[in-house]
C-alpha cells in the first residue's frame, strides 16, 4: 500500500475505478491522509466512498455518544445496542469503514479539534468539518491555510432536504482538458471567512437562496451560543428578525431569503438519508479530484434542494483579490 | 400544529416531506400521517439489480423508511466489484450478489424486509412484477432496461378516450453510470416517455466494420477486436472463446500486441484488451452513490405524491473526462473573471417532434445537474396502446404466432401468448409447453372468450443491433365481423 507501485490485490480491487482516473490517480490517493471531524449521515457516506476509493488513511474525529437518531440515519451503525454501547460514534463508524476495505487505515482521535495545533493538521492532505459552529469553521480553515504545505479544506452541512458544500484548495494549479486541449489553469480560493465577507449585494442576482439561508442560520447559532443544528422551530420568530437585520446591513431585498426556507432549515436540523448521499457523493469526488490532481474542481460553494432537485455551483469570492 | 400531535416516525425527515404541505405538491397530495405510515408498512419496491447502483438503492429506500424490497440479479459477487458494491466484502465473493445484499442490509437497518431473487428477469413470471407499487432499475444493459420497460409499459390499459387508465400505472425509475457520469428518470407509462420511446437518447453501440480491422486498423481497440474475432476463428476452429479464461485473454493479448507493432500503433495494454473484450464499464463508487440517492428521492416522491416529480429527467454530469454529450466550452452570457452562477434555457421546437427544456447550473464545467424534459411517442411499441392486428375469427393461435414473426414491426420469433391471467402458449418450461401446445389449433377468438376486441402480451425474442434479445409486446387484437356475431352477447373485458 506504501509503495510505489500498486500490489496485485491493489490492481485487482481497485480495476474498475483505475479505468477511469488510471493507475496515477490511484497511486496518489492511497498515499493521501484525509480527516473528518463529525459523524453524521453525510460524513459517514464521504467516508464510504473515500474508503472505497482507498485513500491512505482516513481520521475520524467525533466524541459523542451514539444515540437512538444516529441509528436511524447512519448506515455504518448496526441497529444493536449492545454492540454500540460504551462506542463512541467515531469509534462504531471506524469499525465499519474498515470493513468496506482493509487496506484503508482508519484510526480514531479523541478530543477537541480546535485544541490541535499545527502539527496535528500538518498530518493531513485534506480536512472535512460537518456540522461545525462558525467559529470552528474559521478557525480550523486559518489553522490549515498557515501550514506551508497545502491542506484541502471542506465544511459540509446538511438541514432538511437541503445541503451546502464549501471548498477552499488555496491556490490550486491543474491541467484542464477541453476537447484534445490542455491547458494549464490556476485558481485562487478565498478562506472560508474572506467568503463570507464578500458583500451580498455584490454577488449576482440570481445567487442561490440557499447561500444566504444557511448564513443566517450559522450566525443565529452563533448569537445564540447554540451548538451546530440546536434549533427548533420557537427560535424561528427570532430567526426572522435576525435576517431582516443582516438583510438591512447588507442592502439586500428580504425576498432573496423566503422565509419558507428559513422555516425548513430550522425544522430540519436532522439530515436526510438520500440527500446525506448525494452531499456525500459530490463532497467523495471532490476531493477525489483534489488528491488525484484530475479534473475541475469545485469553486467553491455547492447547494443541493431536494425540493426541485437542482444542484448548484457558486464562485463567492472577491473579484478583485489582494495579492 | 400537525405535528404536536401526531406521533413522530422513526425517520422525522420524512416526516418533513410528508407532515406538511408544500409549494410543489400535487393536487392529489394529502398531507398526513396516515400517508406516511401508508407508505412505509405497504409499498412494496423492486431493486432490478443488486450491483453497483443495487446496493446503494436497497440501503437509501431501506433507510428512507420502506419495509416490503425485493432485489433480483442473476449475477455472483467478483473482486471487481468490491470498489463501489459497498455490501459485499472479499469472503463473499462467487456468491449471489441478491442475496448477501438483503442480508447485509436488513443486518444494519431494523424493521426493513427485503426478498432477494437469484435469477434472470425474464425467468420471472409477468405477474411478480404486477405486486409492486413501484420498479426501481440499477441495471448495466440497453437490453436489460428495454425488457423490463415492455413489462411495466405492458400493464398499462387507455380507457375509450385514449387516457391512460390509472391503475394500470406501474411507474419505473431508471438510474445508470458510467465512470463519473450517470442519469437519474422517471418513467410514468402513458405520460412522460418510456424508454423505448427515448431509445435514440442512447449513443450507438461501437461496433468496428470488418473491414476496418482486417485491413486498415487504426487504434489499439481495432487490434484487440482482430485478435478476438478474426484470429481466433482461424486459428482456433471450433473452439468457443472464453472471456473468463485467462488463457484465452492473453492469447489475444499477445496477438494484439503483434498487430499492434505490424502497424505502428500504441496502446495496447492486457487492462485494455480486458476491457475491449468483455466490454467492461468503469465504475466508481461515488457516481454510484449521487444516482441512487437521486432514484430514491424520486421514488419516494412518486409513492407520496408530495412533490411536483423533478420533470422526468435529472442528469448528473461529471466532466472529469472530456464529455461530447453537450459540447458546451464556455459561458455563454461572457460573464469576466467570477465563475458565476450561469442559467439558460433552450427551446427546441415542437417540429422536431420532441419539446426539449433544459436549464443547466454550470460553474466553469465543473458539476451540474441538469433538469431536461422530453415528450412520449405516441406509437410507441412498448408504452402506446399497442400493435393493432385485425384477425380473422377463424385464426388458429398457431397461424397467429406464426404471423408475429414475419409482422414488421414485431418480428417476433418463439412467440408466447398471454391473454389476461391465462397462458394461451408457452414456449418453455416443457411442463407448461406440454400443458398448452393443445391450444395451437384452437381459434384464438375462442380461446380469448369470443371477444371482439381485447389486449394480449407476447414474449419471444427478437434482434436488436444483429443481436437476439428477449422482447415483450403488448398488442391490440380485433377480430374481424365478431362485432355481428356477439352483438347480443355479454362483452367481456375492455
Known amino acids: 500500500m506504501v509503495g510505489e507501485e500498486l500490489t496485485e490485490q491493489e490492481t485487482a480491487l481497485y480495476d474498475r475505478q483505475i479505468r477511469v482516473w488510471g493507475a496515477d490517480a490511484q497511486r496518489r490517493l492511497s498515499k493521501s491522509h484525509i480527516l473528518v471531524y463529525g459523524m453524521k449521515g453525510t460524513i459517514t457516506e464521504f467516508c464510504k466512498n473515500i474508503v472505497l476509493a482507498g485513500v491512505g488513511s482516513l481520521t475520524l474525529v467525533d466524541d459523542r455518544a451514539v444515540t437512538e437518531e444516529a441509528l436511524s440515519a447512519n448506515f455504518l451503525m448496526p441497529p444493536d445496542e449492545n454492540v454500540c454501547s460504551g462506542k463512541t460514534l467515531a469509534e462504531l463508524c471506524r469499525d465499519s469503514l474498515n470493513e468496506f476495505n482493509p487496506m484503508v487505515r482508519v484510526s480514531v482521535e479523541k478530543g477537541d479539534l480546535t485544541s490541535f495545533g499545527a502539527e496535528f493538521f500538518d498530518k493531513f492532505d485534506v480536512v472535512v468539518l460537518s456540522f461545525c459552529s462558525l467559529a470552528t469553521k474559521k478557525l480550523i480553515n486559518e489553522r490549515c491555510r498557515k501550514l506551508s504545505k497545502r491542506v484541502s479544506f471542506y465544511t459540509v452541512d446538511c438541514r432538511d ?6 471548498v477552499d484548495l488555496q491556490k490550486y494549479n491543474y491541467a484542464m482538458k477541453r476537447q484534445d486541449e490542455t491547458t494549464e489553469c490556476e485558481l485562487q480560493y478565498p478562506s472560508f471567512q474572506e467568503a463570507i465577507s464578500v458583500p451580498w449585494r455584490s454577488l449576482p442576482r440570481k445567487v442561490s437562496k440557499l447561500y444566504f439561508a444557511m448564513r443566517v442560520i450559522e450566525r ?31 442592502s439586500l431585498n428580504e425576498s432573496h431569503i423566503p422565509n419558507a426556507l428559513l422555516e425548513r432549515l430550522v425544522m430540519g436540523a436532522r ?33 443541493f434542494d431536494s425540493m426541485d432537485g437542482k444542484g448548484i455551483i457558486e464562485d463567492i469570492s472577491d473579484p478583485n483579490p489582494k495579492g | ?36 405510515d401508508d407508505l412505509q408498512e405497504y409499498a412494496r419496491i423492486l431493486v432490478v439489480g443488486a450491483g453497483g447502483l443495487g446496493c446503494e438503492l436497497l440501503k437509501d429506500l431501506a433507510l428512507s423508511g420502506f419495509k416490503n424490497l425485493e432485489v433480483i440479479d442473476m449475477d455472483r459477487i467478483e473482486v471487481t466489484n468490491l470498489n463501489r458494491q459497498f455490501l459485499f466484502r472479499l469472503e463473499d465473493v462467487g456468491k449471489p450478489k441478491a442475496e448477501v445484499a438483503a442480508k447485509r442490509v436488513m443486518e444494519r437497518v431494523s424493521g426493513v424486509n427485503i426478498v432477494p431473487h437469484f435469477c434472470r428477469i425474464e425467468d420471472k413470471d409477468i405477474d411478480f412484477y404486477k405486486d409492486f407499487i413501484i420498479i426501481v432499475l440499477g441495471l448495466d444493459s440497453v437490453e436489460a432496461r428495454s425488457y423490463i420497460n415492455a413489462v411495466a409499459c405492458g400493464f398499462l390499459e387507455y380507457d375509450s378516450d385514449d387516457k391512460p387508465i390509472e391503475e394500470t400505472v406501474k411507474p419505473m425509475v431508471d438510474g445508470g453510470t458510467e465512470g463519473f457520469k450517470g442519469h437519474a428518470r422517471v418513467i410514468i ?32 481497440a481495432h487490434c484487440i477486436e482482430y485478435a478476438h474475432l478474426i484470429k481466433w476463428d482461424e486459428v482456433h476452429s471450433g473452439k468457443t472463446f472464453d472471456p473468463d479464461d485467462p488463457e484465452h485473454m492473453k492469447w489475444v493479448y499477445t496477438e494484439a500486441v503483434k498487430r499492434a507493432e505490424l502497424f505502428g500503433i500504441q496502446g495496447v495494454t492486457y487492462s485494455l484488451t480486458q476491457g475491449v473484450v468483455k466490454n467492461i464499464i468503469p465504475a466508481i463508487a461515488s457516481t454510484n452513490a449521487i444516482v441512487s440517492a437521486v432514484c430514491t428521492l424520486e421514488t419516494l416522491k412518486l409513492v407520496s405524491g408530495c412533490s411536483k416529480t423533478l420533470s422526468n429527467y435529472l442528469t448528473c454530469v461529471e466532466f472529469f473526462l472530456i464529455l461530447l454529450y453537450f459540447g458546451i466550452s464556455s459561458c455563454p452570457s461572457g460573464c469576466g473573471n467570477h465563475n458565476c452562477l450561469l442559467q439558460y434555457t433552450i427551446h427546441v421546437t415542437e417540429s422536431d417532434g420532441i419539446m426539449l427544456t433544459i436549464e443547466m447550473y454550470n460553474g466553469m464545467e465543473g458539476l451540474h445537474i441538469k433538469v431536461t424534459e422530453f415528450v412520449k411517442d405516441k406509437d410507441c411499441l412498448a408504452c402506446g396502446p399497442g400493435v393493432l392486428l385485425e384477425l380473422d375469427t377463424s385464426v388458429t393461435l398457431q397461424k397467429f404466432i406464426d404471423m ?11 412467440a408466447s401468448v398471454r391473454y389476461r391471467a391465462m397462458n394461451l402458449y408457452m414456449q418453455a418450461p416443457q411442463v407448461l409447453e406440454e400443458m398448452t401446445r393443445s391450444n395451437l389449433n384452437l381459434p384464438l ?19 436488436r ?30
Open chain 1, 161 to 166: 432536504c437541503c445541503g451546502e458544500i464549501f
Open chain 2, 189 to 220: 407509462p402513458g405520460s412522460t416517455p418510456c424508454f423505448e420511446c427515448i431509445i435514440w437518447l442512447f449513443p450507438p453501440q461501437v461496433k468496428f466494420p470488418l473491414c476496418t480491422l482486417a485491413e486498415t486498423p487504426r487504434t489499439a
Open chain 2, 1 to 36: 400544529m400537525a405535528e404536536s400531535t401526531v406521533h413522530q416516525s422513526r425517520s422525522r425527515d420524512l416526516d418533513k416531506l410528508l407532515l406538511r404541505p408544500g409549494n410543489l405538491v400535487a393536487p392529489t397530495f394529502e398531507p398526513g400521517a396516515q400517508l406516511r
Open chain 1, 220 to 250: 443565529f447559532e452563533e448569537a445564540e451560543g447554540r451548538k451546530p443544528g440546536e434549533i427548533c422551530i420557537e427560535d424561528l420568530p427570532a430567526v426572522l428578525k435576525l435576517k431582516k437585520e443582516i438583510c438591512e446591513a447588507q
Open chain 2, 404 to 414: 408475429l414473426e414475419e409482422h414488421p414491426k414485431l418480428l417476433l420469433s418463439k
Open chain 2, 465 to 494: 443491433d444483429d443481436k437476439k434479445t428477449s422482447c415483450l409486446r403488448k398488442l391490440r387484437l380485433v377480430f374481424k365481423g365478431a362485432d355481428a356475431v356477439t352483438d347480443q352477447d355479454m362483452a367481456v373485458g375492455a
Open chain 2, 445 to 463: 377468438f375462442e380461446l380469448m372468450g369470443k371477444v371482439p376486441k381485447d389486449i394480449v402480451h407476447v414474449t419471444g425474442t427478437t434482434s
Open chain 1, 271 to 303: 439530515e436526510f438519508p438520500p440527500v446525506c448521499a448525494i452531499i456525500g457523493g459530490i463532497l467523495g469526488q471532490e476531493v477525489i479530484k483534489a488528491i488525484s490532481g484530475k479534473g475541475d474542481p469545485l469553486k467553491n460553494f455547492f447547494f
